[in-house]
């Protein structure tokens, strides 16, 4: 079985993220299927490899996305059984919020070959650096929007909620490439089931080209229904309470520590 699969991320910013080992997987390729956020970072690709296949055209307007991930995972596991040395390069993390190189992967090791995914830099990672937010100080929760608005999930209001694909919210087809005011008015609703309307929240776009500034636009819940997003914005609802104290668990806790004390002070007159 001499075909082989390894997923890498570029990172956001172009040339700036991407790690010495993914460059070293693209560079040994036999071929790299990408996928890209922009055509200056497809070609910066090209110039690091002879064969580099874009995703990219099996997207299409009005195609559900379901079957374009079909397509991409096919054409990749095709060269794979090829026997060849196959490379997936996407930009970010191949592995956050990325469906695809997690399904390839997949279905490579239940076919035998070696698959595996390297570690790139996500948007998530920009975000964290450019808004000065520590998912560790009061926790965060993340989301695909639409996923958000499809099932029931537990808001926690005293933490951050980042919503991912906040450009296309509420798309059932899985086809568009926008989704417009009706459906942002929906997710508006939900949300103000536990944002007040006039919430500050952040549309937060990173650098895709050095050159570019990164968005972080401050603006109030309800301005969410005009606003301007891409397909690379995504939302940050900062906590509009604070963090309630569990006192059941502290006391718990206390009584353990209390305990813990006690025993070592007899432990200390023996
Ligand atoms: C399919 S996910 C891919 C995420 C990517 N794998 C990563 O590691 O960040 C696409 C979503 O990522 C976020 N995203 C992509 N590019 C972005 C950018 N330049 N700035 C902020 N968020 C971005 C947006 O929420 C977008 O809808």
Redesign the pocket.
């Known amino acids: 079985m001499s075909g082989s699969l390894v997923c890498v ?1 570029l990172g ?1 910013t172009l040339g700036a993220h991407i790690t010495p080992i993914c460059r070293s997987h693209i560079e040994q390729a036999d071929v790299v299927f990408s996928l890209m ?1 922009n055509g200056l970072v497809q070609l910066w690709l090209e110039e690091m490899h002879s064969d580099v296949r874009s995703l990219q055209e099996y997207y299409q307007e009005g195609k559900s996305r379901t079957i374009s991930y079909d397509q991409m995972v096919s054409a990749i596991i095709f060269e794979i059984k090829a026997g060849k040395k196959v490379v997936g390069a ?10 695809v190189p997690h399904k390839t992967i997949q279905i490579a090791q239940q076919l035998g070959f070696s698959a595996y995914m390297e570690a ?8 964290i650096a450019d808004l000065g937010i520590d998912p560790g100080k009061v926790g965060c929760q993340q989301y ?2 639409s996923q958000f608005m499809f099932y029931q999930r537990i808001i926690d209001p005293s933490a951050q909620l980042i ?6 919210a509420g798309d059932k087809s899985l086809g568009k490439f926008a989704t417009g005011v009706a459906y942002r008015q929906v997710l508006l609703d939900l949300l103000t089931t536990t944002y007040p309307l006039n919430h500050q929240v952040i549309l ?5 080209l050095p050159i570019d500034t990164v ?1 972080k636009e401050t603006i109030l819940l309800s301005e969410l229904i005009d606003a301007k997003l891409s ?5 940050v609802i900062p906590p509009c309470q604070a963090m309630q104290k569990n006192t059941a668990i502290l006391n718990k806790l206390a009584v353990i520590a209390q305990q813990e004390k006690d025993e070592y002070a007899q432990l200390e007159n023996t």
């Not at 790139?120 to 975000?127: F, N, Q, R, T, V």
């Not at 919503?163 to 296309?168: D, F, M, R, Y």
């Not at 937060?204 to 895709?208: F, H, L, P, T």
């Open positions: 991320g956001m956020s996407f930009y970010g993390h191949p592995g956050v919020f990325a469906g790139g830099i996500s948007a998530e990672d920009c975000l695909e929007a919503l991912w694909q906040i450009g296309v937060y776009e990173a650098k895709v968005r397909m690379h914005t995504t939302l």
